[in-house]
């Protein structure tokens, strides 16, 4: 079993800047890649960004410049970096991972609302 724990949310003006963090516990050897989805008002949830075992790190096209992921493997902690956020970007944001290719495992979620 895996473990997410997401923290780091919170209200912000557009413009701003948060750091969501993401600490994995349990059987994180079987983990392959972690990222970050988000699901706004109404919206379905999204993928948002994503790092691989290797370090290879993947981007929703609305982000890319913006966030930033990244992983520190001494602490089981992906962080996910957001600069110039906008309002559109208000949305819960989940950490997830992944054994194999499909993101599979949730931790509970983190609301980030940014205000115009």
């Known amino acids: 079993q895996v473990q997410l724990v997401e923290s780091g949310g919170g209200l912000v003006q557009a413009g701003g800047s948060l750091r969501l963090s993401c600490v994995a516990s349990?059987?994180?050897?079987?983990?392959?890649?972690m990222g970050w989805f988000r699901q706004g008002p109404g919206k379905q949830r999204e993928f948002v960004a994503g790092i691989i075992r290797t370090g290879r790190t993947d981007y929703k096209d609305s982000v890319k410049g913006r966030f930033t992921i990244s992983r520190d493997n001494a602490k089981n902690t992906v962080f996910l970096q957001m600069n110039s956020l906008k309002p559109e970007d208000t949305a819960v944001y989940y950490c997830s991972a992944a054994k194999a290719t499909l993101y599979d495992l949730w931790g509970q979620g983190t609301q980030v609302t940014v205000s115009s």
């Open positions: 349990g059987s994180i050897f079987s983990i392959n890649a």
